[in-house]
């Protein structure tokens, strides 16, 4: 018993440091956050309690409509895509590749995840100006410049292409290594019995990898409604409100109104609707076998 309770002991310093962390910059920031939405508060002033004020506005706000159904088409031309390209490639690197030449493109494709959002941001801006190289290129093709960024219908198109061209590489470790982890011996009983190389690829690695799929959606659901720097910096919400998304509002309501509790209202609504869809997510792939 007291061999037990040392251990107990030990196992409680071992982890309160990590608890103590997560209790003061994520639980607590949390609570605060709940209650601050409660509030009208602009950080000079002391908390004012206004109930259910703040979500009242929430609902009716014009702004909060239109960067709602700007995060969801941001998510949809972003996810599938980035999820799509990276196993795609993340096969083709497994089945020719394997060798200096694929650690080459998969280092090669890993530079813009570390890169700065801001920095990628600039530089695509930049690419994407009207007489920016994207233009030049098309114009080698004869095909007239295009507004990418001040045109209300490319301009979340340009930010999402920018998004899946930075993530592509981070998910593609990620299922190069859950490939590698299939059983070899699958493979080489498909190649025994005839089966090609879409075959292999059909019926072995996308079943084995649903896991690792629902994984890199979760996580590329999470971070699309968290985009801000990427659009901060290429499109600043506009043209009009055609890429305001949640977290911009919240930005917007927090550090340029100075309304800290309607934004913390607005937190709380992304939180709910991230919530809601990888609700959704687990659900679906755990329908199609993807989890236990």
């Given amino acids: 018993?007291?061999?037990?309770?040392?251990?107990?002991?030990q196992a409680a310093a071992f982890i309160f440091p990590s608890f103590l962390l997560l209790l003061i910059f994520s639980l607590i920031p949390a609570l605060m956050n709940i209650f601050f939405s409660f509030?009208?508060?602009?950080?000079?002033?002391?908390?004012?309690?206004?109930?259910?004020?703040?979500?009242?506005?929430?609902?009716?706000?014009?702004?909060?409509?239109?960067?709602?159904?700007?995060?969801?088409?941001?998510?949809?031309?972003?996810v599938p895509f980035q999820t799509f390209i990276s196993l795609v490639l993340a096969a083709l690197l497994v089945e020719g590749f394997k060798n200096r030449f694929g650690e080459f493109i998969r280092s090669a494709l890993f530079i813009p995840v570390i890169a700065s959002n801001v920095l990628v941001g600039t530089l695509w801006a930049i690419m994407f100006q009207h007489q920016g190289i994207i233009n030049g290129i098309l114009g080698l093709f004869s095909i007239n410049p295009v507004n990418w960024l001040g045109d209300k219908n490319t301009?979340?198109?340009?930010?999402?292409?920018?998004?899946?061209?930075?993530?592509?590489?981070?998910?593609?470790?990620?299922?190069?290594?859950?490939?590698?982890?299939?059983?070899?011996?699958?493979?080489?009983?498909?190649?025994?019995?005839?089966?090609?190389?879409f075959q292999r690829f059909w019926y072995i690695t996308i079943?084995?990898?649903?896991?690792?799929?629902?994984?890199?959606?979760?996580?590329?659901?999470?971070?699309?409604?968290?985009?801000?720097?990427i659009i901060y910096t290429m499109t600043g919400g506009g043209p009009g409100l055609s890429t305001l998304t949640l977290v911009y509002?919240?930005?917007?309501?927090?550090?340029?109104?100075?309304?800290?509790?309607?934004?913390?209202?607005?937190?709380?609504?992304?939180?709910?609707?991230?919530?809601?869809?990888?609700?959704?997510?687990?659900?679906?792939?755990?329908?199609?076998?993807?989890?236990?």
């Fill in 155 to 197: 301009a979340i198109v340009s930010v999402s292409i920018v998004s899946v061209w930075k993530d592509i590489g981070y998910y593609l470790v990620i299922y190069y290594a859950g490939i590698m982890d299939i059983p070899a011996t699958y493979y080489e009983a498909a190649r025994v019995d005839g089966a090609g190389t």
């Fill in 39 to 78: 509030t009208k508060f602009n950080v000079v002033q002391p908390p004012q309690i206004i109930g259910l004020a703040n979500y009242g506005r929430l609902f009716k706000d014009p702004y909060i409509a239109a960067s709602l159904r700007n995060t969801l088409v941001y998510m949809l031309l972003t």
């Fill in 249 to 292: 509002t919240v930005y917007t309501s927090a550090f340029k109104e100075f309304n800290m509790g309607y934004a913390a209202c607005t937190a709380l609504l992304l939180l709910c609707f991230v919530l809601i869809l990888s609700l959704i997510q687990k659900r679906v792939l755990r329908g199609a076998g993807g989890s236990e």
């Fill in 1 to 9: 018993m007291r061999k037990l309770k040392n251990d107990g002991v």
């Fill in 207 to 229: 079943p084995s990898l649903k896991p690792v799929t629902y994984l890199i959606l979760t996580m590329g659901t999470i971070w699309s409604f968290q985009v801000f720097d």
